[in-house]
T-cell receptor
């Protein structure tokens, strides 16, 4: 199993450009998440999905959109990049907490370092 | 809302010694999960240990153990026989039992000194 993979690993954008980050998982997890990590602030949740076709806002959703058309993929889009979106982005996945038993920790991808100039 | 506080931004420990990282959290929930994640310089987030709040026994994983004090809402991580490979950022995280969101602390940067 590849686990959670993210594409690309690095990207540099100019202000106003758009891009999409792709996250894929092969563990048949129901839940998927997008975080951003900034120095001194830990990980902050941008958006998440509890199943195919469903998404929800997290703590810092402004400036981002997401889609989950397939269970194994979760896309994060930046429509008009801003320097404030310079960050490291992590995707994660986990089983649903409504299973009667299981392990609910999140499995993380390797991260994408995005720089917006 | 849940909050997770890690009050030690940086710590250091001599190789082979023991170190304890602190974590406190605020919640009105009775059932929840707690986690410690390690993030080495490679940036990969790695699960170190997890604890279910309904279990009184503290979780252990080899050299890693926790001191879970539910009434005090405290969840500290003890690393015994520290190794150079333990150098990393450590994050404490909280999740409600029926929730779908993790709440992370701001992290503790641990350096193991040879």
């Amino acid at each position: 199993n590849a686990g959670v993979t993210q594409t690309p690993k690095f990207r540099v954008l100019k202000t106003g450009q758009s891009m999409t980050l792709l996250c894929a998982q092969d563990m048949n997890h129901e839940y998927m998440y997008w975080y951003r990590q900034d120095p001194g602030m830990g990980l902050r949740l941008i958006h998440y999905s509890v199943g195919e076709g469903t998404t929800a806002k997290g703590e810092v959703p402004d400036g981002y959109n997401v889609s989950r058309l397939k269970k194994q993929n979760f896309l994060l889009g930046l429509e008009s990049a801003a320097p404030s979106q310079t960050s490291v982005y992590f995707c994660a996945s986990s089983y649903s907490t409504f299973r009667t038993s299981g392990i609910y920790e999140q499995y993380f991808g390797p991260g994408t370092r995005l720089t917006v100039t | 809302a849940q909050t997770v506080t890690q009050s030690q931004p940086e710590m250091s420990v001599q190789e082979a010694e023991t170190v304890t990282l602190s974590c406190t959290y605020d919640t009105s929930e009775n059932n929840y999960y707690l986690f410690w994640y390690k993030q080495p310089p490679s940036r990969q987030m790695i699960l170190v240990i997890r604890q279910e709040a309904y279990k009184q026994q503290n979780a252990t994983e080899n050299r890693f153990s926790v001191n879970f004090q539910k009434a005090a809402k405290s969840f500290s991580l003890k690393i015994s026989d520290s190794q150079l490979g333990d150098t990393a950022m450590y994050f404490c995280a909280f999740m409600k039992q029926t929730g779908n969101q993790f709440y992370f602390g701001t992290g503790t940067s641990l350096t193991v000194i040879p």
